[in-house]
């Protein structure tokens, strides 16, 4: 359903990765690996279609993505490293105002019911600012669980989560995955995924 | 006919374009010159002394020429921008920054001249009337897309954001004439415009005339060298470039 | 993507700025006060003659709104960019357009509304007639909101580029310069008798060209610099 071609990278100068191509079916989760700086979260922007690469193409259900546009944006889930949450905004408030800025508002008791499932039971109502950067990313990664999207990107989830979280979340995953939808991510950590339906795509 | 669309599509490319531009630029600079000479005889030996401005007004055969030039080439400019965009086509981008720094001169060119002729004139250095505060204001959006590419780092981005400041430029400049002479009309009893003459000959028509084309294969020399310059340093990195016989010294 | 959840889309942005806004109050607060301070360097400055500062009212308290919106742009889409928030609105099913325009209606309310509803009690410290103070306020609610659209489409350009703030006046101030004519001569032309429809009408046209044709330009900046 994802299918990239001969892609090429271009970061300032340097030309970070070239023919890259990769297919992902339903159900299947993209591994992508490197060192940093080689290219990771830039492959990311490109699925997501933020950026442009300098060579090649990328099709969702073998239609170009840039054809698309927001049919492809309809689809799609990106969670990156800056966590898209406001320090100024009450955890349930995050999580609400993500949804329906995405088009798909959801109301009170679904919103916290996704903040408790991913452990934020009682801390739905404090500002982010107060939050651990830990409980931040729960509340990024609650859109997960609000937002019924095909495809995920998501780059670095396990950044300050600690193990129960990791698992919760790798739950959530697999219940995707199990569902038909489809994940691209990056990680420095292996995911205990329960599905053998991982593929890995190192970038170096 | 097939064979000319694939021709224009070849030159497209910096590669191909790099050495017709080096090619081309003689011919440009020398069409200044014949042009130039021709023009500043017309417009300081045979034009006629005007009656009422004496010898001072023979500045108009640069200042006129200039302000015509800093328009055009801002539409020029605005074109490749346009381009560039739309077609994300690299050498458009580079034409249309390669195209900047001489508007911005001509403008200031202009703008300079006009005070300079306004001085034994008006006994002012600068007057504020429609056309030289049209001008000033079309040097601040020159100076502004100068600013812009060189306050972004990474050429393509540079390149785009340029060109969407162009074209919202290139739509508001009428706006801003409109607005500048309305405000004008409005402030002054006479307008006192610099290029109204009560009669003008035929002969400063026509120094003008050659002057503006002078100015015009200058900038086209001009431009085409700096976009050469441009591509070089841009594409440094290509294997085309490290072959080129003028850098192997 | 059904007409309810874009209109939802949109009032939820400005809500949540308006929001943000209100729990960050001095964001909205100094250009208040910058509008304020910098009226009253004039008189400062050029001396306090009430004939001469009669005159030059409507120009001073236009230069001032102008200068005052400026130095609001920059928060336009800066916080959004930094903490991954306008990533995602790029990325919504919701057309960016709305959502920009959203932000820049949230922007005008917080910027150029207060300085339309401020400037009456400015024009008294210039002795401005209290007719034309009424035409003082129409003149500004129409034109602040051009310069937000127009400074928006600054704010995106110059997005995450260094130097920004005094960038975006550079780029942007010319742009406003038509609004500055139109909005200064329409409380001139009602000071000297002429009626001021013909200027303020002009200044609704701007506005209407402006809402149009805007939130697409910095939408099209936005990708730029999120590229």
Redesign the interface.
Known sequence: MLEASNLECVR??KSLFRGLSFRLDPGACLMVQGANGSGKTSLLRMI?????PAQGEIRWANESIRKLA?EY??E?L?C??????????TAL?NAR??A??????VDEDAARQALRQLGLKGREDLPARVLSAGQKRRVALSRLLLEKRKLWVLDEPLTALDKSAVEKLCGVIDAHLAAGGMAVLTSHQDLPLAAGRIEHLRLD | MNNRIINWFKFASPQTFYPLAGKMIPWFWALTAIFGLAGLYLGFFVAPTDAQQGEGYRIIFIHVPASWMSMFIYLVMAFWAALGLGFNARLSGMMASALAPTGALMAFLSLWTGALWGKPMWGAWWVWDARLTSELILFFLYLGFIALQSAIDDARRADKAGAVLALVGVVNIPIIYFSVKWWNTLHQGASVSLTRSPSMAQTMLWGMLLMALAFWMYSIAVSLTRVRAIILERERHAGWVEELEELKS | MGETSLLAALSAVIRRDLLLAMRRKSDVLTTLFFFVIVVSLFPLGIGPEMDMLRKIAPGVLWVAALLATMLSLNRLFAADHADGTLEQMALSAVPLGVLVTGKVVAHWLLSGLPLALLSPVLGLQFDLAAGSLGVMVIALLIGTPVLSLIGAIGAALTLGVRGGGVLVSLLVLPLYVPVLIFGAGAVEADLTGLGATAHLSLLAAFLALAAFFGPWATTVALRIALE
């Open positions: 300032g100068e997501c279609g933020l950026s442009q927001e944006r309809g799609l990106y990156g490293h800056a966590g898209a949450v406001k320090d100024d905004l408030e105002i993500s329906t800025l995405a088009g798909a508002p």
